[in-house]
């Protein structure tokens, strides 16, 4: 069974910094591009961060120069590091895998983690 289990999530005040991990289970993860995606009340869902089979990356412009996407094949373990948190950065934040073949249409989505910034 696949399974992407999302942790850092919490509290923070604005300013501070939080490392959030997704570990995979039951695919290849090598074979997957994996991204952060984040979804506050009341709007869409939006794209964070990607980061491809290759290691190739990509982020929305608001978080450019604040959060690092990273991964350890090994571990079948996905980062995002973010620093200098903003109140609107506030939001769940959801693990995703995309497999390479984007025909196969193979895309798999975590549970999500809270993550708050407030004083």
């Known amino acids: 069974q696949v399974q992407l289990v999302e942790s850092g999530g919490g509290l923070v005040q604005p300013g501070g910094s939080l490392r959030l991990s997704c570990a995979a289970s039951?695919?290849?993860?090598?074979?997957?591009?994996m991204g952060w995606y984040r979804q506050a009340p009341g709007k869409q869902r939006e794209l964070v961060a990607r980061?491809?089979?290759?290691?190739?990356?990509n982020y929305a412009d608001s978080v450019k120069g604040r959060f690092t996407i990273s991964r350890d094949n090994a571990k079948n373990t996905v980062y995002l590091e973010m620093n200098s948190l903003k109140p609107e950065d506030t939001a769940v934040y959801y693990c995703?895998?995309?497999?390479?073949?984007?025909?196969?249409?193979?895309?798999?989505w975590g549970q999500g983690t809270q993550v708050t910034v407030s004083s």
């Open positions: 995703n895998a995309a497999h390479t073949i984007t025909q196969w249409n193979r895309n798999y």
């Open positions: 039951g695919i290849i993860f090598s074979a997957y591009a």
């Open positions: 980061i491809s089979s290759g290691g190739s990356t």
